[in-house]
């Protein structure tokens, strides 16, 4: 990946028998490390704690999710390098495509099945922790305020975690959900390059109505749960771009690994490959066998 700063990926850890990284960027900072620092400098001294806890909360979230797919992956014989922790979130790095229609639909909606889960349970622990408390719809000021830092904590962090398995479902190859409309599309035409073709065109698809919503909200159009405004529009079009060039890329990596799936090793190679003395000096090799 090419940014305007180089990004590397920083391997932190283990975790679950995979190799955790971190995608970061070298020589300048990643967007969300200065939004980290930033919030951080300017929260209050009290708010500190609680923000750093919920960071780690959700980073931990996004991990379990990948990780399920990674798990579920290494179970049907798939190598997984790592899984890698960004600014939109995580990814497994699975080498290989699934073996088959239903491999791919098991692999894909594990993940969205866990945030999903994860955020009703955290949703159920948080209620039952706030105990009785007013009723929210007659006076929302009043019901946040009377929520102590535990149970807002445990509210938040469940409703994130089901709002990421939904847009997860968003059926936009390379997403979840448009990995299971490829799983589909490949069971129907038992050809997985078709599959592929077909999800990345809807991908791409939905990915420019994100680009033409957002451009929308940044010239005041009040979008229905959207919502408007520059901020949120700008960030709309970027995932909508973001998306789109990911479907791009998936769809041509498929294509390649299709067209040299059976292509032997002797049909790409020289069989007579120019070779030298092993005594030669490198100053007479470039001279006058390497002509520059």
């Known amino acids: 990946m090419r940014t305007a700063s180089r990004m590397i990926e920083q391997i932190v850890g283990r975790f679950g028998g995979f190799d955790l990284g971190m995608l970061a960027a070298r020589g300048d900072q990643t967007p969300s490390r200065y939004l980290a620092g ?7 001294p009290y708010q500190t704690g609680p923000a750093l806890v919920a960071a780690l909360l959700f980073f931990g979230s996004v991990l379990a999710h990948e990780l399920a797919h990674s798990l579920v992956a290494r179970a049907r014989g798939i190598p997984v390098r790592g899984i890698t922790l960004f600014l939109f979130g995580g990814v497994s790095n699975i080498q290989r495509e699934p073996p088959s229609a239903g491999a791919e639909f098991i692999m894909a909606i594990v993940g969205p099945l866990t945030s999903v889960v994860l955020g009703a349970i955290l949703l159920v622990i948080g209620v039952a922790s706030a105990g009785p408390l007013p009723n929210a719809a007659a006076d929302p000021n009043q019901f946040l305020a009377s929520l102590g830092p535990l149970t807002t904590l445990l509210l938040w962090l469940g409703t994130v975690n089901i709002v990421v398995g939904i847009f997860n479902m968003i059926p936009a190859f390379p997403l979840d959900g448009g990995r299971v409309l490829r799983s589909i599309f490949w069971a129907i035409s038992n050809n997985l390059r078709k599959a592929t073709r077909w999800a990345s065109w809807i991908g791409q698809g939905i990915a420019w109505l994100m680009i033409v919503a957002g451009i929308a909200m940044v010239f005041g159009v009040q979008l229905p749960v959207l919502g408007t405004g520059p901020i949120s529009g700008l960030w709309l079009a970027f995932i909508g771009w ?8 998936s769809y041509q990596q498929v294509v390649v690994q299709d067209m040299l799936e059976d292509v032997p090793v002797r049909r790409l190679m020289r069989t007579n490959p120019p070779t030298v003395p092993p005594d030669i000096t490198i100053d007479s090799l470039v001279l006058s066998l390497i002509h520059i």
């Open 242 to 249: 973001f998306l789109n060039s990911s479907a791009s890329r």
């Open 38 to 44: 930033h919030c951080l400098y300017n929260a209050e």
